[in-house]
């Protein structure tokens, strides 16, 4: 995919972040399911690119191995899903100020990545491209055989996991549409 060479500059930055928890390609899927939200729903290219790229960069300050202690089927310290968030306005905010990025903008970006986990209710149309683009890795192709393995789930566990909350976990029609397609072909493909 290609970006804009300040997102660009921005992702390599933020890189060495994303190096754990499958966060490089759980962003990428972020960043192709973010643009389809945009150009169906609306939201500011300069907020919601950055904020896709940066919103998972605080999970490397949470140890490795109580990841799935923060998230997931059997979370018990969601406390570390806040701390990822916190950290990770820390380590943004110093990604945008090297690139240089419109200060008013960066307020509006870490605001989003501050909560995008935890804060139940979007602040913007923004927050809610970003919050549906996180959310609807779980269903696509990739994600979902991610999140089985790293769950321990059986195939039709996960297929549960996803419906569970489906449609109800989206802000947007356009990500309920997405998702309900992705779920038709995640249910449609043979379990491995």
């Not at 200060?103 to 209710?121: S, V, Y």
């Not at 890795?137 to 419906?163: C, H, N, T, V």
Request: hydrophobic share 40%; charged share 30%.
């Amino acid at each position: 995919m290609k970006i804009k060479p300040v997102y660009q500059k921005i992702y390599q930055l933020a890189a060495p972040h994303l190096c754990i928890r499958h966060n490089d390609v759980h962003t990428e899927i972020c960043l192709r399911f973010g643009y389809r939200l945009m150009k169906a729903e609306g939201g500011n290219e300069r907020i919601v690119i950055p904020a896709i790229i940066l919103h998972d960069v605080g999970w490397e300050k949470v140890p490795e191995e109580l990841h799935l202690k923060a998230f997931g089927p059997e979370a018990t310290m969601p406390e570390l899903t806040r701390m990822h968030e916190v950290e990770g306005v820390k380590i943004a905010k110093d990604i945008l100020e090297k690139v240089n990025y419109d200060a008013e903008e960066m307020i509006q970006i870490l605001e989003i990545i501050d909560g995008h986990d935890t804060r139940k209710q979007a602040i913007s149309l923004n927050d809610q491209v970003v919050k549906d683009a996180d959310k609807l890795w779980r269903f696509s192709r990739k994600g979902f055989y991610i999140d089985i393995k790293r769950f321990g789930e059986s195939y039709a566990q996960g297929l549960s996991r996803i419906r569970k909350n489906f449609p109800t976990c989206f802000f947007t029609n356009t990500a309920r549409k997405l998702a309900g397609k992705e779920l038709q072909k995640r249910e449609r493909e043979p379990a491995r």
